[in-house]
T-cell receptor, first 114, second 113 residues
Framework: DTGVSQDPRHKITKRGQNVTFRCDPI?????LYWYRQTLGQGPEFLTY????????KSRLLSDRFSAERPKGSFSTLEIQRTEQGDSAMYLC????????????FGPGTRLTVL | GENVEQHPSTLSVQEGDSAVIKCTYS??????FPWYKQELGKGPQLIID?????GEKKDQRIAVTLNKTAKHFSLHITETQPEDSAVYFC????????????FGQGTELSVKP
């Protein structure tokens, strides 16, 4: 399968714990996006990487959130001191190097904060 | 600011009928308009897209039309089947922020056999 993959698919944690999610984009896609989706809503942009550089961050991304893409391939999204309001589906998408408006999404990581 | 409005929020049709979902956008610079299908528990799947240099694009039973002057675009599904039941999202890119997609609110399509 050469699509976008995300791990884990589901995460249940207690309030105050830290969690980390991983995204592996489609090979050679140089742009990578993180979105958050709550029930009944469309995805909302969190942050964007071009290669290893994080170029944009949404106001939704509080200082408890950090994302990295150290070698321009996979990316991680960490949430520190989780809150119940962080419960959502976290989606990763990648976009190709050229002609690249298309964004292809992974299956998402469903986070539940108890 | 960037905004995408989508209607209706729910749509129920009989198998074999057509379904139409409409979106409007605010950013005049947008020139690419994708449609995604999302099934329960899965990520959004890109099903069709259109660029602003064309007014219509078809792929088998689905088509998208674009009116750039009026800033609206629509998804048309003909001969609907139960497996078309899902949530559909339109989106438009905001180029000032790396081409992030601004999504509509979604349309829950139910196709009754």
């Amino acid at each position: 399968d050469t699509g976008v993959s995300q791990d884990p698919r589901h995460k249940i944690t207690k309030r105050g714990q830290n969690v980390t999610f991983r995204c592996d984009p489609i090979s050679e896609h140089n742009r990578l996006y993180w979105y958050r989706q709550t029930l009944g809503q469309g995805p909302e942009f969190l942050t964007y990487f071009q290669n290893e550089a994080q170029l944009e961050k949404s106001r939704l991304l509080s200082d408890r959130f950090s994302a990295e893409r150290p070698k321009g391939s996979f990316s991680t999204l960490e949430i520190q001191r989780t809150e119940q309001g962080d419960s959502a589906m976290y989606l990763c998408a990648s976009s190709p190097r050229t002609g690249g408006d298309e964004q292809f999404f992974g299956p998402g990581t469903r986070l539940t904060v108890l | 600011g960037e905004n995408v409005e989508q209607h209706p929020s729910t749509l129920s049709v009989q198998e074999g009928d057509s379904a139409v979902i409409k979106c409007t956008y605010s950013d005049s610079a947008s020139n690419y308009f994708p449609w995604y299908k999302q099934e329960l528990g899965k990520g959004p799947q890109l099903i069709i897209d259109i660029r602003s240099n064309v007014g219509e694009k078809k792929d088998q039973r689905i088509a998208v039309t674009l009116n750039k002057t009026a800033k609206h675009f629509s998804l048309h599904i003909t001969e609907t089947q139960p497996e078309d039941s899902a949530v559909y999202f339109c989106a438009a890119p905001f180029y000032n922020q790396g081409g992030k997609l601004i999504f509509g609110q979604g349309t829950e399509l139910s196709v009754k056999p």
